[in-house]
């Protein structure tokens, strides 16, 4: 049993604290990720952690867009207000990635390996993938269903019992 506290994420940024104006909100969004991704990178494993500018989608860097908007298309993804309101969370999951309630493990998509970071309390998950000298965000989102929680934990599990065996 771990003698750290309880891992508190951020606060959300609420689309109902812009009195529904979208733009403003998205604008502020946006500042956010600028912010914690392009101007002062997290570090993981002692190196940085980039982002992808291109593909531009509606003028908004590529990697923003995609965590921010969902769907199979990525050209025609639509903007999710649960992934926008924690804007906040990649950059503080990456940051705590010592602490326990962030679980940590390895996969692989098609040819990449992949480091995903899960918080159960939370259903939110981060993944990124190693580069020579850096990691790249791949992906951030809410795990909205039973289902996926379960089989994120199964393959967490799996992967610690074969790094012990």
Do not use: C
Request: net charge positive; aromatic share 14%; no cysteine.
């Amino acid at each position: 049993m771990s003698n750290l506290p309880t891992l508190v994420f951020p606060d959300l940024l609420l689309l109902e604290d812009f009195k529904g104006n979208f733009q403003e909100f998205l604008s502020s969004v946006y500042s956010v990720f600028e912010n914690n991704f392009i101007k002062n990178q997290p570090r993981y494993e002692g190196q940085k952690v980039a982002v992808r500018r291109y593909p531009e989608m509606d003028g908004l860097h590529g990697t923003f867009y995609h965590i921010t908007h969902e769907g199979e298309d990525e050209a025609n993804r639509q903007p999710d207000i649960r992934r926008m309101e924690r804007i906040r969370y990649p950059k503080f999951a990456i940051q705590q990635n010592l602490h326990p309630e962030i679980l940590i493990w390895k996969n692989r998509r098609r040819k990449d390996e992949r480091i995903l970071f899960f918080n159960e309390n939370e259903n939110y998950i981060v993944v990124l993938t190693e580069r020579n000298e850096f990691y790249l965000f791949i992906t951030a989102y809410v795990v909205d269903t039973a289902h996926r929680k379960r089989s994120l934990i199964k393959e967490y599990e799996a992967y610690k019992k074969a790094k012990t065996a």
